[in-house]
T-cell receptor, first 111, second 111 residues
């Protein structure tokens, strides 16, 4: 399987704290994407970082990519209860064909 | 409104029965994907298609079949050969090297 891994599997924090999730993948990539899933719903795209980029920001989100280590991290700053969800990374292979997801991190933010 | 639609939202299958899950998109995307999600798990790729009349197996294609007769449609059939079909099924579409858009999912239960 080409499936990647997120770490940690579960994360519980207080509102206002930062949340960091890590993703490792196995093959060469064209880009890496992060998605959010609320329970029982479809996934929503958060941010895409290309293989020639090292860091990207979007609002309270910061994503880094280290292609030499085949890893990425997602930082959510000043978390809110509404950020409670599962977060997945996905890799778009170099041919841009298959989109492979990791197993996800479940984030719980308590007020 | 542009988007991707899955139907039905809930589906019940009897033992030995084939069932078909619908996925339609009006985003003019070339690529479409089917994923299976089990409770507390990540997304596993079943099948994907980059172009009409062509599709490739993902990691867990056994017991499933697909067709891509139109760009807008990518139905998934869960056959009687799939021994453990109870899961949440997600369909997605995208263009090359961009983010994916997901439907709201179909929850399939064997009764």
């Amino acid at each position: 399987s080409q499936q990647g891994e997120e770490d940690p599997q579960a994360l519980s924090i207080q509102e206002g704290e930062n949340a960091t999730m890590n993703c490792s993948y196995k093959t060469s990539i064209n880009n890496l994407q992060w998605y959010r899933q609320n329970s029982g719903r479809g996934l929503v795209h958060l941010i895409l970082i290309r293989s020639n980029e090292r860091e990207k920001h979007s609002g309270r989100l910061r994503v880094t990519l280290d292609t030499s280590k085949k890893s990425s991290s997602l930082l959510i700053t000043a978390s809110r209860a509404a950020d409670t969800a599962s977060y997945f990374c996905a890799t778009d292979d170099q041919a841009g064909t298959a989109l492979i997801f990791g197993k996800g991190t479940t984030l719980s933010v308590s007020s | 409104d542009g988007g991707i639609t899955q139907s039905p939202k809930y589906l019940f299958r009897k033992e030995g029965q084939n069932v078909t899950l619908s996925c339609e998109q009006n985003l003019n995307h070339d690529a479409m994907y089917w994923y299976r999600q089990d409770p507390g798990q990540g997304l596993r790729l079943i099948y994907y298609s980059q172009i009409v009349n062509d599709f490739q197996k993902g990691d867990i294609a056994e017991g499933y079949s697909v067709s891509r007769e139109k760009k807008e449609s990518f139905p998934l059939t869960v056959t009687s050969a799939q021994k453990n079909p109870t899961a949440f099924y997600l369909c997605a579409s995208k263009t090359w090297s961009t983010e994916a858009f997901f439907g709201q999912g179909t929850r399939l239960t064997v009764v």
